[in-house]
């Protein structure tokens, strides 16, 4: 067993009035002889308590409790999607057993088809995220809201500042696509802004995204797995972050997001990180994550396939031509949600993994471009990955 119960200090919050909060309607391990089954369950809460791959944010792993206790006072308006808290993973003697222990938990989670809504701890868990999908054979997408790439320096061991490179090298090599929401320019320096274009990665600035956040849509949309740091956030609206800057995305954009994550049909883990709650004020960084949580499963109820395939009848088809004899950029508009896509179908690469990366999602706005007789930047970056 890698897992240990909810503590009763989870269950001692103030309860609002009104029925059906998460804390009576979800399925919550509380014994150690009565673990839940997990079959019929669609989503589950896994704590983590282990901060020391963490990077001067000692007090992260108390963050997982404090969470539980903002969301458990939330109402449930969705009693019909079966969700389990499983409690937290235990920690392991060294920092290596606590990673074995995730990827075993999330591993069983992966075969009865249930989504992991991880919480708490440092975000170096996202390589024990990564290394879960090894075994299916596919090439996935990995999603980060962080304001920077956490790329580390040469030679540094696994942490919270470097799980990047780790991933980028581990072997085999499954990774596809990595996409950056929110990175802040001051944080980050030149070169690795350089290795990031060199490897073909999405990377968007807090300033481009904060106008118009709706944009960050297509971009969770490719994601397998989502990781978020909470030093993303700003201050004001999430003070529990060691690191935590005056800039940075607000609560509501936090939501919105997340919500966005529900929808995404393809979307398999979710990861909260770097929480601290020694540095939280009025519990106001938990709460937020209690609602980002929410909003998630609000997105979740929602969900439908509306993935694109070469035979699929769901879309509309817009052909667009770029010039005169150049490129003609295909794109996709599924009739029910109107979500756009990228149909780069014609690139008939020879490793079968490479077709579920064919349909890249993209915006209205993409077309519009398109329509200006401009080649999207989406267009031309896959078509060098897919070469």
């Known amino acids: 067993m890698f897992l240990e119960p909810v503590p009763d200090k989870c269950f001692t919050a103030n309860v609002r009035p009104g029925k059906n909060t998460f804390g009576e309607t979800l399925t919550i391990f509380r014994d150690e002889e009565d673990f839940p089954e997990l079959d019929g369950f669609q989503l589950a809460i896994v704590g983590i308590k282990e901060e020391r791959g963490a990077v001067d944010n000692h007090g992260c792993a108390d963050g997982a409790d404090y969470i539980r206790k903002a969301f458990y006072q939330l109402f449930n308006h969705w009693t019909e999607i079966k969700i389990a808290d499983l409690g937290n993973v235990k920690t392991g003697q060294d920092i290596s057993d606590t990673y074995y222990a995730l990827n075993q938990v999330l591993t069983e989670l992966m075969k009865h088809h249930v989504l992991p809504i991880i919480i708490g701890g440092s975000q170096d868990m996202t390589y024990t995220m990564y290394q879960v999908y090894e075994p299916t054979g596919k090439l996935v997408n990995i999603t980060a809201i962080d304001p920077i790439f956490d790329l580390g320096n040469d030679s540094e061991g696994l942490n919270s500042r470097s799980y990047l490179s780790h991933i980028i090298l581990h072997q085999p090599n499954f990774l596809f696509n990595f996409t950056n929401i929110g990175y802040q320019t001051y944080y980050v320096d030149t070169e690795s802004m350089e290795l990031m274009k060199q490897l073909l990665f999405d990377t968007y600035r807090l300033g481009t995204l904060r106008p118009k956040i709706d944009l960050t849509e297509p971009l969770i949309r490719n994601a397998n797995i989502l990781s978020i740091d909470m030093a993303a956030f700003r201050a004001g609206d999430a003070p529990g972050v060691k690191n935590a800057s005056p800039n940075g995305f607000n609560g509501e954009d936090g939501c919105k997001m997340t919500r966005y994550a529900g929808l995404n049909f393809k979307l398999s883990s979710i990861g909260f990180f770097e929480y601290n709650p020694h540095y939280d004020i009025n519990s106001r960084t938990a709460n ?94 896959f078509y060098q990955k897919l070469m």
């Open 288 to 381: 937020l994550i209690a609602e980002m949580i929410w909003y998630f499963i609000d997105g979740y109820s929602v969900r439908q396939d509306d993935l694109p395939s070469t035979d699929s009848t769901d879309f509309k088809r817009y052909n667009v031509q770029i010039g005169e004899g150049e490129e003609n950029v295909i794109f996709l508009c599924h009739k029910v949600t109107g979500k756009w896509w990228i149909d780069m179908s014609f690139m008939h690469a020879d490793d079968p993994r490479y077709q579920r990366h064919h349909f890249i999602p993209c915006s209205k706005e993409d077309y519009d471009q398109a329509m200006n007789n401009e080649l999207p930047d989406k267009w031309w970056q």
